[in-house]
């Protein structure tokens, strides 16, 4: 354990606030982006005519996947269910919509989804952390 300026590092106790830290984190960014995804899940029909449609699936294609992405894989990760697997969802989402959707827009156009595409990119690496379905299912798998 190391102590500077009154705080000890590498104790129990911080290990329990790198995990609540690890938490809110996932609950805060897939909150936030299930909102992006509960827009386009009710405004599903007004929207699918002309959505963006990059690989050429059709417009209500692209929404459904996008929805799929957003708003579904922000619910699972809000738990800590496949957290990996759903965070590579969205990153993939944030990508195309900054380099393909808002391709020619300027970089204030792309910031947001590309903040998103890193927070949600260190939760593909790290895992969803103690606090999870993820979390419970390991220890009842092992």
């Avoid at 009154?6 to 982006?33: H, P, Y």
């Avoid at 899940?41 to 963006?52: C, I, K, R, V």
């Avoid at 209500?60 to 996008?66: E, K, N, T, Y």
Wanted: glycine share 12%.
């Amino acid at each position: 354990m190391t102590k500077i300026i009154g705080l000890t590092f590498g104790s129990k106790t911080d290990n329990q606030l790198i995990e609540w830290g690890w938490f809110l984190l996932r609950v805060g960014l897939a909150l936030l982006m299930l909102r992006h995804g509960f827009g386009k899940l009710m405004g599903f029909s007004d929207m699918a005519p002309n959505f963006f449609d990059p690989f050429g699936l059709g417009g209500p294609v692209s929404l459904a996947l996008v929805v799929g992405s957003e708003f579904f894989g922000s619910l699972f990760i809000l738990f800590g269910f496949l957290t990996r697997w759903s965070s590579f969802t969205i990153i993939f989402t944030m990508f195309v919509a900054a380099f393909l959707a808002h391709g020619p827009d300027p970089f204030h156009k792309k910031e947001l989804a590309l903040v998103y595409a890193l927070g949600f990119f260190y939760f593909m690496l790290a895992g969803s952390g103690k606090y999870s379905v993820d979390h419970y299912l390991k220890k009842i798998i092992s």
